[in-house]
């Protein structure tokens, strides 16, 4: 548990965020969620979004299993489920999303889908208190803590980072989409998350593959010394205003 600690306090020196950064696993068998210290059962179905809140808000280590998901988007982004014909049809988000089936149905093909069947459970838990080791650290913040995030990504090797969305499906785009590419991905998230997950209107989630996590970390460090640094510093300089009334009120006293 010590190295997820110091992984976090590394993270918090950079970013300084309001809510615990989370270590995400993906579980192939159900059983292996026995293994998992101080692991909390949702009492009823939720949402995938809501175990993240959970662990993000309270610190708790949740598990959620694919018969205790109640998202149906989730569901098939995270291969809970393989996708049936009402969805890969578009019925999903014609009217709601798109006007026309045709639309709806390029959405639906387009969402990141991990492989049917492979994982059958997920974990999340505060990075500073799991014992076990995440497959991604999932993290919400504003957009200046995003753009530290995408900054120390790009520090060793130089490029952008380019976010591919829909509006909705924040499930898809931040863990099926991490575990597809391999890559940072920066996303917004979805209704459903902002409704029941207690998202604000302010944040973005980042998701980091635990395998360039250190290369972020040493990005952040060497660019905040370079001088970029979260809070934003702010350009304190005289108040040309105050100058120009300072100037008027000595005219006045010469009358």
Not at 227 to 238: A, F, L, N
Request: charged letters at 25%; hydrophobic letters at 40%.
């Amino acid at each position: 548990m010590g190295k997820w600690k110091e992984l976090d306090d590394r993270l918090n020196r950079y970013l300084r965020l309001a809510t615990f950064p989370i270590g995400v696993k993906l579980i192939e068998n159900k059983e292996e969620l026995k293994n998992i210290s101080r692991l909390k059962k949702p009492d009823k179905k939720i949402a995938l979004c809501q175990i993240f809140s959970y662990s993000r808000y309270y610190g708790w280590t949740m598990g959620l299993t694919e018969e205790e998901n109640i998202c149906p988007l989730a569901e098939i982004a995270i291969g809970f489920v393989e996708p049936y014909d009402i969805f890969l049809e578009g019925y999903f988000f014609v009217g709601r999303y798109h006007e026309t089936q045709e639309g709806a149905k390029k959405t639906s093909e387009m969402i990141p889908k991990m492989p049917y069947g492979k994982f059958s459970a997920i974990v999340s838990g505060a990075l500073d208190r799991i014992d076990y080791d995440p497959d991604f650290l999932m993290i919400y913040g504003n957009s200046a803590q995003m753009l530290r995030i995408i900054q120390g990504a790009l520090w060793k090797e130089g490029g952008r980072v380019t976010m591919s969305t829909f509006g909705d499906a924040v499930c898809a785009d931040t863990i099926s989409n991490v575990y597809l590419t391999g890559r940072l991905q920066v996303a917004l998230p979805c209704l459903g998350d902002r409704r029941f997950g207690l998202a604000k209107d302010s944040d973005l989630v980042a998701s980091i593959p635990l395998g360039i996590v250190d290369s972020v970390i040493e990005g952040l460090e060497g660019t905040h010394r370079a001088g970029s640094r979260y809070p934003i510093p702010y350009e304190i300089c005289t108040p040309e205003f105050f100058l120009k009334m300072k100037s008027q009120i000595e005219e006045a006293k010469k009358r």
